[in-house]
Each structure stands twice: as structure tokens, then as C-alpha cells.
């Protein structure tokens, strides 16, 4: 059996801690809330504006009076944590890795701040959040792909009910075939027409050919008719493209032996207007988030994340090679 990552420490200790670290002080919360924006009452002299993230793509969602994520103005994400073992696990994956990981691994991840009590946005009171790096901070329109790598999104030592619940989204979806399911998007392609963002329905029902389109639009000028794929090589090739970037994680997956990340997601980030800037490093981002069921390996490679990893670079490197192939047609015509 599989040791999870959970200590003994108690979660709201760790959130009066994180508010000390922050030179806060949780005894003095007051929140008002107003449609999207929720204003908290940190001290008496600073107010943090809690808003509902404009480019969440997957997950739970601060909806509809619903439990969900929310973002400051300062560029922090604030992620509820959930009552059960999904909540400590995640505390507990925060708490641990950065002394974990090799350091060139750690910019895979988003930066932890700590824990803090904010007002829930379902209106249940104050609760403990993480507070993350928001990785869209800073960006106007990006364009987001959220991963989920594995062929199986379950921990060997979940209860009985919550595999057979997440075996069949595994079966449903393209997880248990390609080792991998988009599991949300957005993709900005102009001023005019805005972003396409499909809704969950749609995105669980992709096939492995819809995800090779999505692969595709990603990286295009268009989304239709034909995807034209003007930036793979900038976004998808390149010295720190994407590509690049997750052969550096593959290459730490095929060899650590510290974590189990089930139901992990990779989110991939771009800017397409840094491009057509011609900045001369465009922001491509690749992340790793949400480790609810991220468990010790007790040194065993993480062959679940591995296999689907390795898949998911094929798909990424056939849309690369394709799109050289179309320019040099292009060129002799
Ligand atoms: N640090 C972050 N910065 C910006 N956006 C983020 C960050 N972490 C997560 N997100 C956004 O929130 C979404 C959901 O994140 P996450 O998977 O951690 O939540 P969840 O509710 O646990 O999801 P699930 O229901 O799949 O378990 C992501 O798809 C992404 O759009
Ligand atoms: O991909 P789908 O089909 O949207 O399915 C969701 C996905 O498996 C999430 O990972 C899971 O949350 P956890 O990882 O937090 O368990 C969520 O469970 P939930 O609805 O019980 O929260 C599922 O509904």
C-alpha cells in the first residue's frame, strides 16, 4: 500500500501560520461579496478583491454559487481546498515539493505562497485556500490547454467508489486509449471572433482525431476551415518551445521515483499576439496542476504519468512535422 503524502499537521494551523508568514491576520477577515467580485477584509487597512478567474478552462468552477478557485489583481491564484483527503493531499503534495524536486523541474509548477482563509465562493464562509502563481496573470488573451496525463486518473488506494466513478470518465473519454484527455480549452484566435471554448460536454466526448484538431487550432491563425498552423514552429518547436520543454519533464519522469501524479493535468499556455510581435522569446508556458491524488512512489517510476506523457509528445510532434512538411510543399508551389 502506497503511503499518501498526509502528516498529521492540521490545516488551519497552517493557514494562521501562512497569514503570519504573510503579515495577515486571519482573525480580522471580513468579506462582502458582489456579483463576480469578492472583496476581502484581510487587516483592517488592506483589502484583497477576490474575482472569478477569466480564463479557467477545467475543474471546479466558482460559479453559480458553486466552490471554486478564485484570482486576485496581484497575480495569485486561490485554490479551495476540499473537505476530504483531496484537500490534504494537495496541501500536503505544496507543502513538500520544492524541497523534493530538482531545481530545473520546479519552474514546472506554480509558485506556492502558502495557504490562506478566504471567503468560499459558494458562500459557505471563510476556508482555507491555496495560493498559487495565476499563471494567466499578465496575459490578454491566452490560449490554454488543460491535459489530463495518465491512462488511468485513479490511485490504487482510492476506496472502491471513486475508481469505478473514475474508471468510467477514463473509459469515456480518450483517457484509457491515447493515456490522455483534454480535459478544457480555450483558444484565442482574433479580436473579431474571440475565443473558442468548447463546453465540457464536447471536450469529454473528443476523439483522438478532435484532439489532433485541437493540437492543430492551437497553434493557428485560423480555426477554420483548415487550421493554416503558422506558429508550430515558433510555439510547438524552438529551443523552448513546448516540445522542448516536455522532453525536459519526460526525461525527469523516466527517471523519479518521488511522486505518483494520478489525475494530474499539464497546462499548456500561450500568448499567439507575442508572437505576431515578434517577441523574441514568445510565452509559451508548460505547468503541471492539481495533485488532490498525488501519492509517494516509493521508488517506482510514475508509469502511468510516463506512458501518457510520451503519447501526448507524439501527438504534439506529428502536428510539428506535418506543419514543416505542408511549408516546404508550399514553398515548391
Ligand atoms: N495556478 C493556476 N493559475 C491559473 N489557472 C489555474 C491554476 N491552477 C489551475 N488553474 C485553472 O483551473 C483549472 C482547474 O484546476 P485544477 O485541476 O487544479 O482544479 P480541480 O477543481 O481540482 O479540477 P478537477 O475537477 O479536474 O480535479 C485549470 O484547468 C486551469 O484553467
Ligand atoms: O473529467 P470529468 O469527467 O469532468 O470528471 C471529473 C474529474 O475526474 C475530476 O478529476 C474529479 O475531481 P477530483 O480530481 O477532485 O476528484 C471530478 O470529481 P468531482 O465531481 O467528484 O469533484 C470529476 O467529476
Redesign the pocket.
Known sequence: MKRSLVGSTNVFYSNRHACQTMGMASSHSRVTSHQNVIRSQVTPSFYIMFKIPKHQV???QAIDGNLGPLVDDSGRFYKPL?DDE?GTTELAFYRSFSSKLPHHIRGFFPVFYGTQLVEASDGSGLRPHLVLQDITSNHLNPSILDV?IGSR?WSPEASED?IQ??LE??R??TTVTLGF?I?GLQIYESKESGYWKPA?KEV?SFSADDVRLVLRKFVSSNLEPEPDCCFASTIYGGCSGILEQLLELKAWFEDQTVYHFH?CSLLLLIDKESVLNGRTVPFVEVKLI?F??TVEAEGVIDHNFLGGLCSFIKFVSEVLTDSKVSTIQASFN
Do not use: N
Open positions: 477545467a475543474g471546479h476540499q483531496r489530463k486518473t471513486y466513478k473514475a470518465g477514463d469515456l473519454t484527455r480535459s465540457r469529454k489525475s492539481d488532490a491524488h
